[in-house]
């Protein structure tokens, strides 16, 4: 069924993953156990999700949907069993797409990149921090003249 990336972290004996379907054309996110037994699909294919991210403590794995497009997409959380699939952000389609997204070292915090959608287009991205709810989401970058993205938290002094 397509092509299979590997998305850290790995906690303890599990990693999660997102899997291409050629003929769905979409992506769904897996997790497997490490030594390649109990693959299984935690998310539906219509999400078109990717790029997962376990939370510190395991409980959760965070994702973004709609991958394939360009003008929506939504930050989402999981159980790594599947269950309680919710999202947490709920940005219209065509007002913007929120891009891959990080826990922060407690647990208690995203951060993600919105890019905004104007008359259609995309613009550049900045770097949002929330909350585990999608609440109090806070530009931390606030530029409009860089494109920024692909956050992760960091653990020492920068």
Not at 26 to 34: E, H
Not at 89 to 118: E, M
Not at 128 to 148: F, P, S
Request: with cysteine.
């Amino acid at each position: 069924t397509g092509v299979q990336t590997c998305a850290l972290p790995i906690y303890r004996s599990h990693l999660a993953f997102e899997r291409f379907s050629d003929s769905r054309g979409r992506q769904a996110i897996f997790t497997v156990r490490l030594d390649g037994t109990r693959a299984r699909r935690i998310t539906p294919w219509r999400l078109d999700a990717s790029q997962p991210y376990y939370s510190p403590d395991g409980r959760w794995i965070a994702f973004r949907s709609d991958e394939s497009s360009d003008r929506r997409g939504n930050i989402w959380l999981v159980r790594p069993n599947g269950r309680r699939l919710h999202a947490i952000t709920h940005t219209r389609a065509g007002t913007g797409k929120w891009q891959s997204c990080a826990f922060s070292p407690d647990g208690r915090y995203l951060v993600s990149a919105l890019t905004p959608i104007v008359g259609g287009e995309p613009q550049n991205a900045d770097v949002y921090v929330m909350g585990l709810d999608g609440g109090h989401a806070r530009n931390v970058t606030n530029t409009k003249r860089y494109w920024e993205s692909a956050p992760d938290w960091g653990v020492g002094r920068a």
